[in-house]
């Protein structure tokens, strides 16, 4: 199965700063592949890399030409009060073979048919800041599938949406998945996302770890990704993340005492 | 009749209402993208940048109008570019560079010393002193930005609305943004001496708030703020005539009279709106 898309050791940066170091990856056809990692860590920035919005300085990214990509951004970055309706929204990634303003029926009919397919098809007409959450997050899938793509990237398509939403949209995600399109995700929820998909990537500017959540969601591989200990506990047979704080003794114990200091006793 | 249409008449009042009502036209249809994108200070910023350089390059001896279409692009090119970095934003940038260009086109003013030139013209507007020739040139970047807005109206609609995602989408982000900064100058420099720099930034800023007062839609809200753009550079002159008001105020508070009846309109609305469509961003 030829490579959608492939990184060999590569790095991007912002600025002076390294955002992506030596990554090597590489995404097929039916793909389903979550991004965790802690905030900063260049999740975003790999999904524009493999977009092609981001170049690398250094190693390179191959892509097939012929798979159109779709981009879900994160429903947090979005200007809810822009004068926007679900149609005119979903309409926007129809940018080809064009010039006139308004879309041809051709298209509006494209656009009905993926609205209907997600669950949304009565709110065309709608402002978007007018949806509920997960309708919200169905408009911008809508937009990204108008492109037909056969890779999917969505930046934290659960992040801000309750627990109900999150199973909704996660159900929309595994369908398009069954469908057979490739799919790379962000993620921060370990427990509620990315031990239930089927490969991960744990990324702190450079690849920790890549494997079956049950491989790579272990106590040595996460304090590595994210610098703090992390518990692991197996539940049915799934890794399960616990936050451990310490405790109010335990956190006196690790408190160094300066000379002079005159806080927690030891 | 005869009442109504006697400043017709008069070659001067035909200039002024045909200069005003593209003018106003333009203003409505440049300033929806410079609203939505949360610019509303570029036009008084830009106003006053295009107006330092082009007394700059007049006191030099050059092109008074060349001088200011140069500051004006460089200043906006400058902006675009400046407000890219997040760590500044657009309204910082904004004030960084035109009150830079504003400073460089007095301090030339105040080492040369005096000028010939009637410079109130270019502060407040001289509507009704335009000529054939400035009708001209305010129809054709008319033509030009309504011909651009055209052709790339989604790809100026998706670049306003999600940049990130339109750069991912294979848009030229970069190109959409120096498309903008160019039209935007060309509209200031047209438009100077005919609303004056303070007028113009009012132009730019109330008809596409109306437009946004009475729409969720992004294409309706382009429609009325072109219209009413339209409508307040007709009455606007129309009115001063017979009240014998300056030409460029009248524009702006015939716009400011609209920006009223709309924000009261749209207020009853949202009142008669059932709950679940007033409540923003739902989690």
Redesign the interface.
Known sequence: MSDLVRFEKVTCRYGREPVLINVDLSLTEGDFLGVVGPSGSGKTTLL?AV???VRPIAGRIVRDPKAP?G?V?QVE?????????VR??VL?????G????WASKHDRRDADEVLDRLGIGDLGTR?I?????GQ?QRVFIARAML?RPRLL?MDEPTS???VRTRHDVMHLIHELHHEGMAIVLTTHDLNGIAAHLPKLVCLNREVIATGRPQDVITPDVLERTYGAPLEVLQHGGMPVVVERYPEPEEERKVVPLREGHHGHPA | MDTLLEPFRYEFFRNAIAVATLAGALCGLMGVYVVLRGMSYIGHGLSHAIFGSAVAFYALGMSFYVGGAIGGLVSAVLILFIARRRSIGADAAIGVVTTGAFAIGIVIISAIGSFTRNFEAALFGDVLGVTTGDVGFVAAVAAAAGAMVFLRYRQLLFTTFDPEVADVSGISTARMDMLLAVLLTALITVCMNVLGVTMIAAMLVIPPVVGRLLSDSFHRMLWISVAVGTFCGFVGVYVSYYLNWASGPAVVLTAAVLFVIAYAFSSVRRRSLPEAALDAHVG
């Open positions: 524009r977009a092609g919005a990509v981009y951004p970055t979005v200007n809810w009060y822009f004068p926007v309706t005119e929204a926007m990634s129809r940018i080809d064009r010039v006139v303003p402002h800041r007018e949806l509920s959450g919200q492109r990237l801000g949406v309750d």
